[in-house]
Nanobody, 125 residues
C-alpha cells in the first residue's frame, strides 16, 4: 500500500523560506515531484527528481529559488523554497511515478501514479 505524506507548509513573508517534505511508504519510485495549485489556476509542475541518478527538473518560475533533493534512506523528497514570492502561494502536492522516464517527462503530471493530500503555502507581501 502506497502513501505519500507531505509536511512543512505554512505562512511566510515575501523573501522568506520554507522546506517541504514528502515521505513515501509502501514502495520506492522512479521519480518524485512537486506540483502546486493556486486558487483559480490549474495545477502546475514545480520540480522533480529522478531517484536513480538524482537528475532534477524545475519549472522556469522557480529556478534559482527552489531546490529539490532526496534522502534514499528515509524515502523522502524535499523542496527547499527560498526567496518566496506572493505568487508562490498555492497548495503544494507531492507525487510519485513508478516508471522510468527521460528527464523532461518528469514534468508531466499525467505520468504520476500517486499523490499526497497537499500542504498549503502562503506568502504575504
Amino acid at each position: 500500500q502506497v502513501q505519500l505524506v507531505e509536511s512543512g507548509g505554512g505562512s511566510v513573508q515575501a523573501g522568506g523560506s520554507l522546506r517541504l517534505s514528502c515521505t513515501a511508504s509502501g514502495r520506492t519510485f522512479s521519480s518524485m515531484g512537486w506540483f502546486r495549485q493556486a486558487p483559480g489556476k490549474e495545477r502546475e509542475f514545480v520540480a522533480g527528481i529522478r531517484w536513480s541518478n538524482d537528475n532534477t527538473l524545475y519549472a522556469d518560475s522557480v529556478k534559482g529559488r527552489f531546490t529539490i533533493a532526496r534522502d534514499n534512506a528515509k524515502n523522502t523528497v524535499y523542496l527547499q523554497m527560498n526567496s518566496l514570492k506572493p505568487e508562490d502561494t498555492a497548495v503544494y502536492y507531492c507525487a510519485a511515478d513508478s516508471n522510468w522516464r527521460v528527464l523532461y517527462q518528469i514534468g508531466r503530471q499525467s505520468n504520476y501514479d500517486f499523490w499526497g493530500q497537499g500542504t498549503q503555502v502562503t506568502v504575504s507581501s
